[in-house]
């Protein structure tokens, strides 16, 4: 399985990123899917989780991040709004076969994409 995530960048704190996460070589609809983000000096930590159907989300800050997914697509999305400078990291898409927020539980891992908020 190979995930690549994009659409991270610079924005002004209170603005919005919508990231995307493409997923190639095996069957998406079959994988748990989840977006983590690490910030520097920190501890890689969950934000949110979809299970196959798209039906079920786990949110860390549902009121300002959206967790969704398009199977036709192959592709796993982060909607992010009202962001602050506390939401820089490095956010990564992950797959696994359990709807947990532990990121052990994720086989695999994308690149991760760059989110800097400033104040």
């Known amino acids: 399985v190979q995930l690549q995530a994009s659409g991270g960048g610079l924005v002004q704190a209170g603005g919005s990123l919508r990231l995307s996460c493409a997923v190639s070589g095996s069957t998406f609809s079959t994988y748990i899917m989840g977006w983590f983000r690490q910030a520097p000096g920190k501890e890689r930590e969950f934000v949110a989780a979809?299970?196959?159907?798209?039906?079920t989300t786990i949110h860390t800050d549902s009121g300002r991040f959206t967790i969704s997914r398009d199977i036709a697509k192959n592709t796993v999305y982060l909607q992010m709004s009202s962001l602050k400078p506390e939401d820089t990291a490095v956010y990564y898409c992950?797959?696994?076969?359990?709807?947990?927020?532990?990121?052990?539980?994720?086989?695999?891992w994308g690149q991760g994409t760059l989110v800097t908020v400033s104040s």
């Open positions: 992950a797959a696994g076969r359990r709807f947990v927020s532990e990121k052990s539980e994720y086989n695999y």
């Open positions: 979809i299970d196959w159907s798209g039906s």
